[in-house]
């Protein structure tokens, strides 16, 4: 379903909207914004894993010169029921769940006052036992998280068990020729955006909120407030900036805005609230640890019999959804046949910082634990892995078990192939394990599949767009969305543009506004050039015939007879014979009859299930001596549908490994066994990759538009993120022989696993 | 208890009164309504806060206000001419090197410091300079791009 005129500014990369903005400084993030006699926010959080309150005195804190308001759970205990599923979280609470969580909140003139009247908020605490491992909180007798949602939603601490199959395991594993078993952790992780959370409510005295938040949903948290504070929708704004300092699925989220909100109703003044570093880091989400048990059926040649998952998510102090744990079930349908798969999940909670969606929300772990297992298979049965994952990968037609849907369109072959060829894959060992030297190096591979909207064939999966005009020719979109630094506001525009056959630079943006622009979903889950894409391109045509109708008209000309280009409507017979659009809505008959407004509106509910693919190739050198690894080159080859704009496709696929290296190398956030308090919630201690440290990287993009979705394209934003850690993980297993189950990848694991062979 | 502080920032004099304990981010910051300089921790970890400073680029968070007496300090905003992007600026846009633009205005900063001594850099001395500055969203592929490029004369 290629579009009949060859594509002119889609397939382009022109400059990105508003980044002049970004590198001079005038770019107004949250955290920038001031408004007229604003306060400042700080929150009193629990030194204490699990504790009742009884009680809190803070009227030694209200003394102080400055403050002036504070709120506790008695002011903002409402627990509300998020889009989600299950019960999320509340404002503030009687009870804290974990080191960290919220106490009470104070709004002051200075931040230094705010944070000096925490010290005189007086506590009664009663501390109750508490528990950090995951494993162990599933046992019967295991301190509860919640004891408040017993028999509602939670069985002891588990809030979700779900078992899904697909053909029977149990009989493929009697047609299996070896069955391999195998055991991997994958740790919580940050999404550490460089900004750190913000956001501002303001309070007019009709009852109107109006809050700005650094955030990747505008419409979703605005609902959230709207329940929360027993609100009609339509008195709350909720607008997300033109700037967001990157979010990577951790700025999607309402308890904070709920108690910002009533604090600021309660001090009768705008308050703004930004979370410091350290709190970013064991405050707010963070990717969920999980322990994946795998049990695995496959012949001699080769070919799956039977897969079976058992999952442990850990889902911290409160959940983000239960979809948590089932959705991570998907992922073992989409990539390769097997008749027979069963996943069993839970998602158990523990008195650890409240873990959620952060970029590969789910695939990230249960791609590690897959395709690391691939590996193994391969190994077992003296297989090239690269042949075991042609083998057996899904093709065009193939039908996913998951959702039942056909595979419309795969570069996944073309990715495994062209990634091979680019790393050198056949000077990788042809068996485990190097010859004998201090520094051995070695490749290995791991291929994925990831979300797309529609992930049942029956989920809500709509995009809204309106577009008006403006009478001088250029164009107003407006869209429900954020654009939270991946580029966004760009790649709609031009969509726009090219459906329109408008002119990119008069295409305007107004973006996450509940008050002015229409309803959207989520900047998420690689979903928005899908969903709101094809409203934009519908909404555009739209327009365009609008254009064509009027021209006509003046033109005393067919409409069949016209198209667009460029901002003119032409002849298609002569095209010397043309009229600019300004010109079109300048046009006294048009001005007269209202005809120059024109407000056109689109609703675009995503036809079918378009699932992107990729495989990933890393070179490393394992210092067999003290365990260090070095990745020395990462391939990363990307079925991406179409590449809107290629640079900012390459922007995220690079993003993404560096995001995916920290994972399998360097990044996990450390909870004290025993006290349940974080070890290391800052940029010394949590190590985040930096330019030196990263490996030479190839990007590859394959482009098998794709014929359902708006111009082929497929969703990017999460893609290389997931099989970063696996690739470097077989790599490391191909250069020595040592099994590591365990992310990250650090010194101490890798010369573990080299000790033992396995940790 | 305020102590007055003479500098001069982006080629003005300013003074600003400031209490001893206040960093230097605050005062550009708070005092003087320059935004561009970012916080990203306040520890001196992430380097979004960078500014140069009699020509070195200093995390403006570790730095007491108090000390800049008779200083030279040069912010995002005081960079480029005449309306026009400082051919650093114009990199990062045309190579694509700002995804949310969070830790831009530091990266911009701690390169053009570094350039100014070394004009001719290596790839692999551009990456170690820039292991101050922390990015989230690019893998710094297109920051490196661009700094190589301003270096390489490419853009000007």
């Known amino acids: ?759 | 208890m305020r102590v007055a502080v003479n500098f001069k920032i982006n080629g003005r004099d300013r003074t600003a009164h400031v209490e001893p304990r206040t960093s230097l981010l605050d005062v550009i910051r708070e005092d003087l309504g320059l935004i561009g300089t970012k916080e990203g921790c306040g520890k001196g970890e992430c380097g979004a806060c960078t500014v140069i400073m009699d020509g070195d680029a200093v995390p403006s968070c570790l730095i007491l206000a108090a000390g800049v007496e008779g200083k030279e300090i040069i912010t995002i905003e005081g960079i480029g001419e005449n309306g026009r992007l400082h051919p650093l600026q114009e990199a990062f846009v045309r190579y694509h090197a700002s995804q949310c633009g969070f830790c831009s205005p530091g990266m911009i900063l701690t390169a053009k410091a570094f350039l100014n001594r070394n004009p001719n850099p290596s790839e692999a001395e551009v990456r170690d300079v820039m292991m101050s500055n922390l990015c989230r969203c690019t893998g710094y592929e297109k920051i490196v791009e661009a700094i190589m490029a301003v270096a390489n004369g490419e853009v000007a």
């Not at chain 1, 809030?159 to 919580?188: C, M, S």
């Not at chain 1, 030297?437 to 995009?463: D, F, N, Q, V």
């Not at chain 1, 689109?602 to 495989?615: I, R």
């Open chain 1, 1 to 759: 379903m290629l579009p009949e005129k060859e594509l002119t500014i889609v397939g382009t990369s022109p400059e990105m909207k508003l980044t002049r903005n970004k590198v001079t400084g005038r770019a107004e993030f949250t955290v920038d914004m001031r408004r007229p006699g604003m306060l400042y926010a700080k929150m009193l959080r629990s030194p204490h894993a699990s504790a009742n309150i009884n009680g809190i005195d803070y009227s030694r804190a209200l003394a102080l010169s400055g403050v002036v308001a504070v709120i506790t759970y008695e002011d903002a205990k409402y627990l509300y029921k998020p889009s989600h599923g299950s019960s999320r979280e509340y404002g503030l609470d009687d009870m804290v769940r974990y080191v960290g969580d919220k106490v009470a909140m104070v709004a002051a003139e200075t931040e230094e006052i705010a944070e000096l009247a925490l010290g005189y908020i007086d506590v009664d605490y009663e501390v109750l036992p508490h528990i950090v491992d995951m494993e162990e909180a599933m046992e019967p007798d295991a301190p509860v998280v919640h004891p408040e949602r017993q028999g509602i939603d939670c069985d002891g601490n588990i809030l979700d068990h779900n078992i899904q199959e697909w053909g029977d395991v149990e009989e493929g594993f009697k047609k299996a020729d070896f069955i391999i078993e195998n055991r991997f952790y994958t740790p919580r992780v940050c999404h550490a955006a460089l900004e750190p959370h913000a956001m501002l409510a303001e309070w007019d005295l009709d009852g109107n909120l109006t809050m700005w938040s650094s955030e990747q949903t505008a419409f979703m948290i605005r609902d959230s407030l709207a329940d929360a504070l027993k609100m009609p929708r339509s008195k709350i704004r909720f607008i997300v900036p033109d700037y967001v300092g990157g979010g990577f699925g951790g700025k999607y989220e309402s308890a904070e805005k709920i108690a910002l909100a009533i604090l600021a109703r309660k001090a009768g003044k705008p308050v703004m609230w930004r979370l410091t570093r350290e709190e970013e880091f064991y405050t707010t989400r963070t990717r969920s640890p999980c322990i994946f048990e795998s049990r695995t059926g496959v012949t001699k040649d080769g070919v799956f019999v039977a897969r079976q998952m058992r999952g442990i998510i850990d889902i911290g102090s409160y959940a983000w959804g239960a979809i948590m744990s089932s959705r991570a079930a998907s992922y073992m349908t989409m990539l390769y046949k097997c008749a027979n798969i069963k996943y069993t999940g839970y998602g158990v909670y523990t008195n650890t910082p409240p873990s959620g969606a952060m970029r590969g929300f789910t695939s990230t772990p249960i791609h590690y634990a897959m395709e690391a297992e691939i590996d193994e298979i391969a190994a077992a049965i003296d297989m090239d892995p690269l042949e075991f994952r042609l083998k057996n990968k899904l093709n065009v037609g193939d039908i996913i078990p998951l959702n039942g849907v056909a595979v419309s369109s795969s570069g996944l072959e073309e990715t495994m192939l062209k990634g091979a060829s680019a790393i050198g894959w056949h000077r990788r060992n042809a068996k485990p394990g190097a010859p004998d030297a201090r520094y051995k190096r070695g490749i290995g591979m791991a291929s994925y599949c990831h979300y797309s909207p529609m992930l049942k064939g029956t989920e809500r999966s709509i995009g809204n767009a309106v577009l008006k005009s403006n009478v001088d020719g250029s164009f107003h979109l407006l869209l429900g969305l954020a654009d939270i630094g991946q580029g966004l506001r760009t790649i709609m525009a031009q969509i726009c543009a090219e459906a329109l056959g408008g002119i990119l630079d008069e295409i305007n943006l107004t973006l996450a506004d509940t008050q002015t622009t229409p309803w959207g979903t989520t900047t998420a889950a690689s979903r928005s050039t899908i969903e709101t894409g094809g409203a934009v391109k519908d909404v555009a045509e739209k327009m365009k015939r609008r254009l064509i109708e009027l021209a006509s008209v003046m033109m005393g000309l067919h409409e069949g007879d016209l198209d667009t280009k460029e901002g003119l409507v032409y002849e298609l017979a002569n095209p010397g014979n043309s009229v600019r659009f300004g010109e079109i809505l300048h046009h006294p008959d048009v001005y007269l009859r209202g005809d120059n407004v024109i407000v056109l509106k689109s609703t675009y509910s995503v036809p079918q299930f378009v699932p992107p693919y990729g495989s990933q190739f890393a070179e490393v050198e394992v210092d067999t001596e003290t365990g260090e690894v070095r990745v020395i080159k990462m391939v990363a080859a990307s079925d991406v549908g179409r590449a809107i704009h290629p640079k900012s496709v390459e922007g995220q696929l690079e993003g993404g490994i560096h995001m995916g290296i920290g994972f399998a190398l360097a990044e996990e956030l450390k909870i004290d066994p025993v006290t349940g308090a974080p070890l290391n919630p800052n940029f010394l201690d949590y190590k985040l990759f930096r330019a030196g440290d990263m490996p030479e990287l190839k990007i590859i993009i394959v482009e098998p538009v794709d014929p359902y979705s708006v111009y082929g394209v497929k969703g990017v934003g999460e893609m290389t993120v997931i099989a970063t850690a696996p690739a470097i993980r077989n790599a490391i297993f191909n250069a020595t022989g040592a099994k590591v189950f365990r992310l990250p990848l650090t010194s101490e694991n890798v010369l573990a696993a080299l000790k033992e062979g396995h940790v």
